[in-house]
């Protein structure tokens, strides 16, 4: 038996499994399936056997609810609804001209996130996980259910595709700051 209370999981945790969700259907059915990812947990939590940490256990319980929205024909993935301030992984402020770093980088992280939902979706999953979530190998294995070796694999060639879209999708340039920008080309298939 644990000892795991469900408003104290909620509250620890609600946000970070929010945003990880909000990071494939954008924030506000990312809001609804949160809820589904805490009743879920609510119904198994009296049989939790601690087996991974309580943090693994519910971003499998997320990963599974976003599969089983994904493959719903009521999904429709809406780019706009992404909000860069989600995605920042770091809160460091930019030294020069705030607004015109700030916003070139938001532009740069739309364009990467947009390539990211355009691999498949064990790609654009383990993907998330590790740039954006900033989990470990070991992490993502127990998250998907999954081998180390396998996710090792899955994350090398989502890298290189995600590489290869955006070398074909994109213009890198730097402007007269030094600032990396990147401008889209065409529609591209992967």
């Known amino acids: 038996m644990n000892d795991h209370s469900l408003p104290d999981i909620y509250d620890k945790f609600a946000g970070a499994i929010q945003r990880y969700l909000g990071n494939f259907v954008g924030d506000a ?3 609804e399936l949160t809820q589904e990812v805490f009743l879920k947990a609510q119904k198994g939590l009296v049989t939790f056997q601690e087996r991974s940490s ?6 499998r319980i997320a990963t599974n609810v976003l599969k089983d929205h994904l493959k719903s024909k009521h999904h429709r993935y809406d ?4 909000t860069l301030s989600e995605l920042e992984s770091d809160g460091a402020s930019p030294k020069e001209n705030p607004l015109d770093q700030t916003s070139i980088r938001d532009e740069m992280r739309t364009c990467i996130v947009e390539f990211i939902h355009r691999l498949p979706e064990s790609y654009s999953t383990v993907l998330v996980l590790s740039e954006l979530e900033g989990y470990k190998i070991k992490e993502i294995a127990e ?6 070796d396998t996710v090792k694999v899955r994350l090398h060639r989502a890298r290189m595709r995600l590489r290869k ?3 074909q999708g994109c213009t890198f340039s730097y402007d007269e700051e030094n600032e990396l920008s990147c401008e889209k080309r065409g529609p591209i298939t992967l």
Do not use: G, N
Not at 79 to 82: E, K, V
Not at 143 to 148: A, F, G, K, M, T
């Open 79 to 82: 780019q706009q609804s992404i």
């Open 165 to 167: 879209a955006l070398e």
């Open 143 to 148: 998250i998907l259910d999954d081998s180390p």
């Open 54 to 59: 309580i943090k693994t256990w519910l971003y």
């Open 29 to 31: 059915t990312a809001e």
